[in-house]
């Protein structure tokens, strides 16, 4: 079985304890979540999760089958890499003395897209928005001076195709006139 990277996108009414429904549908299959994202949707008083998964496809559609039988699931959706856009950001905090050796670091930001948010005395904060590879990139670069800590968010993505849930929802409201 081939095991490939999904995102789910999964659409909630904002309900106390949904969270850990959600992610116990993925514990008791042994399913590590790589990545866990919860935001506004594009619809008011409706939730999204952006969940990263690594399983083989015939599992994906087993959790998003799961997943929608939750009470307060509206639709969920899975993706492959090439029908989103996803970025992630990343914050490191590195000694502000590393920047009294030459320009290196400033190199090493520059290379990488990075900016810098806040100077401190005894520290600098660091801001890299980009993929997995590249935050995991310039970590290693940072490494290397040295850091004192990090922090990369989850996935945030948006399909290439026109959300989905807007089709569903509209399909749902011509079932609903239909019935009356």
């Given at each position: 079985?081939?095991?490939?990277?999904?995102?789910?996108?999964?659409?909630?009414?904002?309900?106390?304890?949904?969270?850990?429904?959600?992610?116990?549908?993925?514990?008791?299959?042994?399913?590590?979540?790589?990545?866990?994202?919860?935001?506004?949707?594009?619809?008011?008083?409706?939730?999204?999760?952006?969940?990263?998964?690594?399983?083989?496809?015939?599992?994906?559609?087993?959790?998003?089958?799961?997943?929608?039988?939750?009470?307060?699931?509206?639709?969920?959706?899975?993706?492959?890499?090439?029908?989103?856009?996803?970025?992630?950001?990343?914050?490191?905090?590195?000694?502000?003395?590393?920047?009294?050796?030459?320009?290196?670091?400033?190199?090493i930001i520059r290379s990488h897209n990075a900016r810098v948010l806040?100077?401190?005395p005894e520290y600098v904060v660091i801001e890299k928005t980009g993929?997995?590879?590249?935050?995991?990139?310039?970590?290693?670069?940072?490494?290397?001076?040295?850091?004192?800590?990090?922090?990369?968010?989850?996935?945030?993505?948006?399909?290439?195709?026109?959300?989905?849930?807007?089709?569903?929802?509209?399909s749902m409201e011509a079932k609903m006139a239909e019935a009356e």
């Amino acid at each position: 079985m081939d095991i490939n990277q999904y995102t789910i996108t999964v659409f909630t009414e904002n309900q106390t304890g949904l969270l850990s429904r959600v992610v116990s549908i993925f514990t008791r299959r042994h399913i590590n979540v790589l990545s866990l994202t919860t935001s506004q949707s594009s619809i008011q008083s409706i939730h999204r999760f952006t969940i990263v998964v690594e399983v083989p496809l015939e599992m994906v559609k087993k959790l998003v089958a799961q997943l929608e039988k939750q009470v307060d699931v509206l639709k969920a959706f899975f993706y492959e890499a090439d029908e989103i856009v996803y970025q992630e950001i990343a914050l490191y905090k590195v000694p502000t003395s590393v920047f009294s050796n030459g320009d290196t670091v400033e190199k090493i930001i520059r290379s990488h897209n990075a900016r810098v948010l806040v100077i401190e005395p005894e520290y600098v904060v660091i801001e890299k928005t980009g993929h997995e590879e590249e935050i995991a990139s310039l970590l290693n670069d940072l490494k290397v001076i040295g850091i004192y800590e990090f922090v990369r968010s989850g996935r945030v993505a948006i399909v290439k195709p026109m959300e989905r849930l807007n089709k569903y929802l509209k399909s749902m409201e011509a079932k609903m006139a239909e019935a009356e």
